[in-house]
C-alpha cells in the first residue's frame, strides 16, 4: 500500500508569482485535505476535496484553489505569491469525505519559500 | 469551531506512562476527539480517536471524560521515538459545522533518557 505522497518538496517563489503543488493520495482514498504549516504553529485547514469537489473550505483567500483528478490526485494552486505564503503545504487523504469518524493520512509536506 | 486547551509542553522519562490532557469544553455533542502527533520534519500522524467511550490502540489509549469537555491520551510506555507535537482536535460531520481539523498549537512532548 502506498503512502501520500507530495511534490515538490522544497520550492522557492518570489512575490507576485503563481505555484502549484501535487498530491497523490492513499491508494483506495476518494477524499484529500490541504493544511498550511506556518513555523511554530498547528496546521491550518485551507479546503478538502471529495469526488473531485470542493466540499469544505477554511479561512483562505480565493487565490488558493484547488483540483481532484479521477484518481483522486489533487492539486494546490496559490496565485498571486506573497511573503506570508512561506510554509510547509500538508496533504491528507482519507476515506468517505466529510465524515467525523475517519482518520487522515499526511503526506510529508512540501516547503514553500516566498522571496 | 470547537476549542482546544493544551499545555504548551511536558516531559517524561523513557519507560514512563505519558498523560496528554487536553480541554475542549465547546464541544458538540456528535464530535469526535481525534489525537495526531508530528514528529520533526514530519507530516502529521493519527494516533486515536473517540466518541464518548475510552478507546484502546497499538499506539495509545484515550480516556473521554464523562461530560465530554475533557480527554486524556495515555502512552504507556514512552519511547525517544514518542517525542513530538501531540494535537488534540474536536471533528464533527457535516451536520455539526465542525468537519474541519482545527489545529491548535498542541502539546510538545520530550522524552528523557
Known amino acids: 500500500e502506498t503512502g501520500v505522497t507530495q511534490s515538490p518538496t522544497h520550492l522557492i517563489k518570489t512575490r507576485g508569482q503563481q505555484v502549484t503543488l501535487r498530491c497523490s493520495s492513499q491508494?483506495?482514498?476518494?477524499?484529500v485535505s490541504w493544511y498550511q504549516q506556518a513555523l511554530g504553529q498547528g496546521p491550518q485547514f485551507i479546503f478538502q476535496?471529495?469526488?473531485?469537489?470542493?466540499?469544505g473550505r477554511g479561512n483562505f483567500p480565493p487565490r488558493f484553489s484547488g483540483l481532484q483528478f479521477p484518481n483522486y490526485s489533487s492539486e494546490l494552486n496559490v496565485n498571486a505569491l506573497e511573503l506570508d505564503d512561506s510554509a510547509l503545504y500538508l496533504c491528507?487523504?482519507?476515506?468517505?469525505?466529510?465524515?467525523?469518524?475517519?482518520?487522515?493520512?499526511f503526506g510529508p509536506g512540501t516547503r514553500l519559500t516566498v522571496l | 469551531d470547537a476549542k482546544t486547551t493544551q499545555p504548551n509542553s511536558m516531559e517524561s522519562n523513557e519507560e514512563e506512562p505519558v498523560h496528554l490532557p487536553c480541554n475542549h469544553s465547546?464541544?458538540?455533542?456528535?464530535?469526535?476527539i481525534h489525537w495526531y502527533r508530528q514528529l520533526p520534519s514530519q507530516g502529521p500522524e493519527y494516533v486515536i480517536h473517540?466518541?464518548?467511550s475510552n478507546v484502546n490502540n497499538r499506539m495509545a489509549s484515550l480516556a473521554i471524560a464523562e461530560d465530554r469537555k475533557s480527554s486524556t491520551l495515555i502512552l504507556h510506555r514512552a519511547t525517544l521515538r514518542d517525542a513530538a507535537v501531540y494535537y488534540c482536535?474536536?471533528?464533527?460531520?457535516?451536520?455539526?459545522?465542525?468537519?474541519?481539523?482545527?489545529f491548535g498549537t498542541g502539546t510538545r512532548l520530550k522524552v528523557l533518557a
Open positions: 491528507a487523504s482519507s476515506l468517505g469525505g466529510l465524515a467525523g469518524n475517519n482518520e487522515q493520512f
Open positions: 491508494s483506495g482514498h476518494n477524499t
Open positions: 476535496y471529495y469526488r473531485e469537489e470542493e466540499n
Open positions: 465547546t464541544i458538540s455533542g456528535t464530535d469526535y
Open positions: 473517540g466518541l464518548t
Open positions: 482536535i474536536p471533528r464533527g460531520g457535516t451536520t455539526s459545522g465542525t468537519y474541519k481539523y482545527i
